[in-house]
């Protein structure tokens, strides 16, 4: 069996198995737009977010319930965290770029697929909803988030010292779900956000574009759209199901990365996606 079909099967029955697990409130998404990966939010809104750990929804806010925060384990069983070993191949195709390969096991990667569709696009009746958000401490691994921050960071050589060594590594999600064709437009992650920026992949495959950008910081707060703000070299990065990325120092703020909907005439994804990336909110910038 190939491998996308042992994947396909996997998340079919992952599906099955979490109908009795899964958190009984469905939210919504909200709609990505085309070059943008952030909504824009208030000072206040942003801080009263992080404070309650809350979703954020384009019509909803609710706290996770019980099920959710004890989801990891229905769904991955007991283990000890001191028993984390991840032997897997490292790339670091450019400065501040670290990439692990098959962190996360088909399994794995079909249980959360699943978890992240019902949380988060489990509502069928908007089809234009593709993102969502988590504010608040990642820090709890007995939920699904939370675990993929401490794994995160248990990845000795994904981040810098820097950004291991902040009392909470990260505090904010954002979810974005790609059906095929689809893609997000070359950009910076805004300057809101503090260094170290971590992908996980799920469901598709998809390349990354890594496009180098000249002149100042500047260029970060806003997304990088003019043609001679970028060099014409680029970085194709391959992001496969179960892959953990890190953007951090020149990686983070000096090179733009985006999702091209085409690759050498053909769909860039050609099966349904779904990342999740995390970050950390700078309270000195939060509204740059």
Not at 112 to 126: G, H, Q, R, V
Not at 262 to 280: C, F, P
């Amino acid at each position: 069996m190939l491998l996308q079909e042992r994947v396909n099967e996997a998340q079919r029955m992952a599906t099955l198995e979490l109908k009795e697990i899964q958190a009984s409130a469905k939210g919504k998404g909200k709609k990505r737009g085309r070059d943008d990966g952030d909504r824009q939010i208030s000072l206040s809104e942003a801080k009263k977010l992080s404070r309650q750990g809350q979703h954020q929804k384009s019509k909803s806010r609710r706290k996770m319930d019980s099920g959710s925060d004890r989801l990891y384990h229905d769904l991955f069983g007991e283990d000890s965290d001191d028993d984390l070993e991840f032997l897997n191949d490292i790339e670091e195709p450019i400065s501040g770029l670290v990439i692990y390969r098959n962190v996360l096991s088909a399994g794995q990667c079909a249980q959360y697929y699943s978890w992240l569709t019902t949380e988060y696009f489990a509502d069928t009746t908007d089809r234009r909803a593709n993102q969502g958000m988590h504010f608040g401490a990642l820090t709890d691994p007995d939920t699904p988030l939370g675990r993929l921050g401490q794994i995160s960071t248990t990845l000795q050589r994904l981040l810098p010292a820097s950004v291991l060594a902040r009392p909470v590594v990260f505090d904010q999600a954002i979810i974005n779900l790609y059906d095929p064709g689809e893609g997000i437009g070359d950009h910076v992650d805004l300057l809101r956000f503090d260094d170290g920026v971590v992908g996980f992949s799920f469901g598709g495959s998809a390349t990354m574009r890594m496009r180098q950008v000249r002149g100042d910081m500047q260029r970060a707060v806003t997304y990088a759209r003019e043609l001679e703000s970028v060099d014409p070299d680029e970085v194709a990065v391959a992001l496969h199901a179960g892959d953990v990325y890190a953007m951090s120092g020149e990686a983070r703020y000096r090179w733009t990365h985006g999702i091209p909907k085409t690759v050498r005439g053909e769909a860039n994804i050609q099966d349904r996606r779904i990342s999740v990336t995390l970050r950390k909110l700078d309270p000195d910038r939060i509204n740059h």
